[in-house]
């Protein structure tokens, strides 16, 4: 938590800024957490008006950790924290109640002097949020319930503390379009600006970072940047845009990070024209996130917001990247940029009404002790002491009893009580309650037992409730000899609904013989579908197209670009797809085979660098594949003698990398793994931004097991020159087998050498001008030196290593990923096109 340590600069803002902005603070909860009970204050820099955290949560210690001796930073100087109970919760109810978003900010404060930071888990409700290791946490939450519980747990690396929780009503269209998952703060940075932007200038005081750039443009003319997103995107932060270095045609942002699963991302991007553009100039580029084409573009001085899912599984790649259309006279240019990571919060909550109650009870009565924190109900391990709810997955938790027996309330029996509709038992025994029994009690339909012994209520109680005792549908304890009596004989089994014990016992009965009856049609069910199923290949689905279909999506199969063993590859479309079809000649068997095995694996895996499937056609006659249409074709084409141009070694490295990552998929991503089998130039096909996809899966394997060692004997195949000779020779297939075609496929690529060339293999002839030192002689002539020979070393020796002889000693695709990345980097570092927003030290970027 190094990043904690610079909280200080960040937070010093500039005063003058925000004259102009309006102070409405009506949708903000500003808590300064561990400033005495009842305070509350202004923060000169901000202007934001924060209240002490008594009231929110009444567990913890507070400390004055005198952080920053400047009244600037009042928010820091002290903190709460917990050495006691596992999970402590803030509990918010915001004044615009549930189904609004609200961007929630949590903040951590540590002074590194004190040693080690905890570590701590940070949750919404029972929904894991985050482990803290930032200076803050950011969500944008849409509320189902009208309380917020921001709970802190325990996990054994050190007492959990908080500085400060804050939460605003985030009442704007723009992060609306998803209706329930939730968005975790990856980075919001304002490009190009010179100080970090929130409140006033932004109203709903989200925080965006400042990006240090080399190259940048501004408007001091805020007022003619225009738009209905006005309020939604700060003026002050679309007022600068970031320029790529010297002018490039390219700037790009890059994805650093430690990424321990996959995760979707949602990326914003926001743009306007800050320059005075003559009429001869124009600014137009292409957006790829995360090599996906996303749009051409042209920016104006109406600020616009570029949306985008993309997915992050591993610790670098190419997140953002604009780069200019031929017609554009200038350069691209980038404003705004947040990334946020797409989260499925399931939200179980106690009833609000329930909950309402339950927590107005616990204030009138004062109930510190208890250690009712959080939600009453959920998560169900940390439900309440004393209470008892009813989970029902379809509907919010309800409270069914209330035990506050012996718990020393004073005063009357609370109203909100009355509240409590569900519930079926409450004690409140041995207490010092006094006044009139409400009469609301006998209106609780559900009530079925109410204990009032030892207390002092004044008399008579509500006749209603003696009648509904009287009547048996009440078992009812008080201080009253008669009403005991009756209580006692009900114990004794006498009550007159004891009807309900006959179905009390049936039930049971009739409900296990209707589950039988059930289990059985069930699996008479099953075994039908089973028998059924046998003749059909594959389950139905909305990928599966009939021979029609598929001759209206090739026009008839007017367009042929490719010819095999197997059939014919067609050009086509679907819906505004390109779309690429492979059909199967009618009269190979073995085709058919391997038809089988590609579309069962490519319903199920996918990859940015797998080929994706588009459907099948599995007619009587007519077996068809059609994959996502890959428009610069295969490697091959590309990469030998007489290809029109020579990729550059940026390229190479790139497509090696995105090979290299859909095996490295195959092989640790899938369960079972997958050996591809046929690993070469043919198979990696490259889309219109060259970046390569894995294809033609009809000899791969997937292992029955998880143990990668794991030895199949199936026949041995494959591309000669690219066949793994221990495979070859011992017909054991692991998935080093592919590691070893990589190799062939990695040397092929940096040489431009084809796999025999004059008699000679290309293994062979690269080891021997390895050995001799000759590494500039390995790779591509053609290429006349334009390449990085550290990178060019590590990348032989990565291949080299790739085609040892004995498995063993071949690296896994996961080393060679990061070998490769590795090489990637640095080229670019070198070409110094790039930056590279860091998604967990965001505030890295801040100078010091
Ligand atoms: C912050 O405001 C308080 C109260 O107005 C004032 O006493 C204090 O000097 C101010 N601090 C700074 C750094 O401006
Ligand atoms: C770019 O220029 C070409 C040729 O002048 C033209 O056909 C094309 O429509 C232009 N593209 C855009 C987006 O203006
Ligand atoms: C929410 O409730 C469902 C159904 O009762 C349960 O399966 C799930 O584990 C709960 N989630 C959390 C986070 O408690
Ligand atoms: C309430 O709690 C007390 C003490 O824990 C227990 O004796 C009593 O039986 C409980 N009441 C009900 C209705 O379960
Ligand atoms: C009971 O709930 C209603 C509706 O939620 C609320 O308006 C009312 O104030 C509550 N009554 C008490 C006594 O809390």
């Known amino acids: 938590m190094k990043v904690l340590r610079i909280f200080f600069p960040i937070l010093v803002l500039h005063v003058a800024a925000m004259i102009y902005a309006q102070d409405d603070q009506s949708g903000f909860i500003s808590i300064d957490c561990g400033i005495p009970q009842g305070s509350h204050y202004t923060d000169n820099s901000t202007g934001i008006n924060y209240v002490s955290d008594y009231g929110f949560i009444d567990a913890g210690v507070t400390q004055d950790i005198q952080a920053i001796q400047n009244n600037n930073l009042r928010v820091l100087n002290t903190i709460r924290s917990f050495p006691e109970n596992k999970r402590n919760c803030y509990t ?269 009870t616990k204030s009138t009565y004062g109930l510190t002790k208890l250690n009712w924190q959080g939600d009453p109900c959920v998560p169900q391990e940390n439900v309440w002491v004393g209470l008892n709810c009813n989970y029902d997955a379809s509907r919010a938790a309800r409270i069914v009893s209330l035990n506050l027996s012996s718990r020393g309330l004073i005063g009357e029996i609370a109203t909100a009580l009355a509240n409590l509709t569900m519930i079926e038992s409450l004690d409140l025994s041995y207490n010092k309650l006094t006044g009139n029994v409400p009469n609301f009690l006998a209106q609780l339909n559900n009530l079925r037992i109410l204990n009032l012994v030892g207390n002092n209520f004044t008399r008579p109680l509500p006749a209603e409730l003696l009648e509904k005792s009287k009547k048996g549908s009440l078992s009812l304890s008080t201080d009253e000899e008669g009403i005991d009596e009756e209580k006692s004989s009900c114990l004794k089994g006498s009550c007159r609904n004891n009807n309900n014990k006959i179905v009390v016992i049936l039930a049971p009965i009739i409900g296990g013989i209707v589950v039988l009856s059930i289990i059985v049609l069930i699996v008479i069910q099953m075994k039908r579908k089973a028998l059924i199923k046998k003749e059909e290949l594959f389950i139905p689905s909305k990928q599966r197209f009939t021979y029609s279909e598929v001759v209206s999506i090739t026009n008839n199969f007017q367009n042929e670009i490719g010819r095999g063993g197997f059939g014919s590859v067609f050009r086509g479309s679907v819906g505004n797809n390109q779309v690429a079809v492979k059909m199967l000649s009618e009269s190979s068997s073995q085709g058919y085979k391997e038809f089988q095995t590609e579309v069962k694996l490519l319903i199920k895996i996918h990859h940015t660098n797998i080929t994706s499937l588009v459907g099948y056609c599995d007619d009587r006659n007519h077996k068809g594949i059609i994959y996502e249409f890959m428009a610069n074709g295969n490697l091959g084409d590309h990469l030998f003698d007489g290809s029109a141009t020579v990729l550059s070694w940026e390229r190479r490295l790139q497509i090696g990398c995105d090979a290299a990552e859909g095996l490295a998929y195959l092989h640790h991503g899938c369960r079972p793994p997958i050996v591809h089998r046929d690993v070469k130039p043919s198979n990696i096909l490259l889309n219109e931004g060259f970046h390569a996809k894995l294809a033609d899966f009809g000899l791969s394997r997937a292992f029955a097991t998880e143990d990668a060692t794991h030895i199949t004997s199936i026949k041995v195949a494959g591309t000669l020159g690219y066949l793994d000779p221990e495979y070859h020779a011992t017909t054991r297939l692991t998935e080093k087998s592919d590691v070893y075609s990589f190799g062939v496929l990695l040397l092929e690529l940096i040489t431009s050498r084809r796999v025999i060339s004059e008699g000679v293999n290309i293994v062979q002839w690269v080891k021997s001008q390895h050995e001799v030192g000759n590494v500039e002689t390995i790779i591509d002539s053609r290429l006349d030196g334009r390449f990085d020979i550290k990178t060019a070393e590590t990348v032989v020796e990565t291949a080299i290593a790739c085609v040892s002889p004995k498995s063993i000693k071949r690296p896994t695709m996961n080393d060679v990923v990061m070998d490769l990345k590795h090489c990637l980097r640095a080229e670019r570092t070198r070409q110094s096109e790039s930056m590279s927003l860091n998604f967990e030290t965001m505030s890295d970027l801040i100078p010091r």
Request: proline share 4%; net charge negative.
């Open 92 to 360: 918010l109810r915001p004044q615009n109640g549930k189904n609004n978003r609200y961007l929630i900010r949590a903040i951590f404060y540590y002074d590194e002097s004190r040693g080690e930071p905890p570590q701590f888990d940070l949750f919404i409700g029972a929904d894991y949020w985050a482990t803290v290791t930032q200076m803050y946490h950011e969500l944008i939450h849409l509320a189902s319930s009208d309380y917020i519980h921001v709970c802190l747990v325990n996990t054994d690396q050190g007492v959990p503390f908080i500085t400060a929780l804050e939460l605003r009503l985030l009442n704007i269209t723009m992060y609306e379009e998803y209706q329930s998952p939730s968005l975790i703060l990856q980075a919001r940075y304002s490009l190009a600006t010179n100080e970090m932007i929130r409140y006033k200038d932004d109203k709903f005081d989200r925080i965006w970072y400042y990006y240090k750039v080399n190259k940048s443009v501004h408007t001091s003319d805020t007022v003619s940047l225009k738009s209905f997103t006005e309020e939604q995107v700060p003026l002050k932060v679309m007022s600068t845009a970031m320029l790529p270095i010297d002018n490039n045609s390219i700037l790009q942002l890059n994805y650093t990070g430690t990424v321990k699963d996959y995760f979707d991302l949602i990326v914003y991007l926001h743009f306007a024209e800050v320059e005075m553009l003559q009429s001869n100039q124009k600014r137009e580029f292409n957006i790829y996130i995360n090599h996906v084409w996303t749009g051409r573009f042209s920016p104006s001085t109406n600020i616009t917001t570029v949306k985008a899912y993309t997915y992050s599984n591993s610790s670098f790649f190419e997140l953002i990247r604009l780069v200019r259309t031929s017609n554009s006279t200038l350069p691209p240019i980038l404003n705004a940029v947040e990334v946020y990571k797409l989260k499925q919060f399931q939200q179980n909550q106690t009833d609000d009404q329930d909950a309402a109650a339950i927590l107005s």
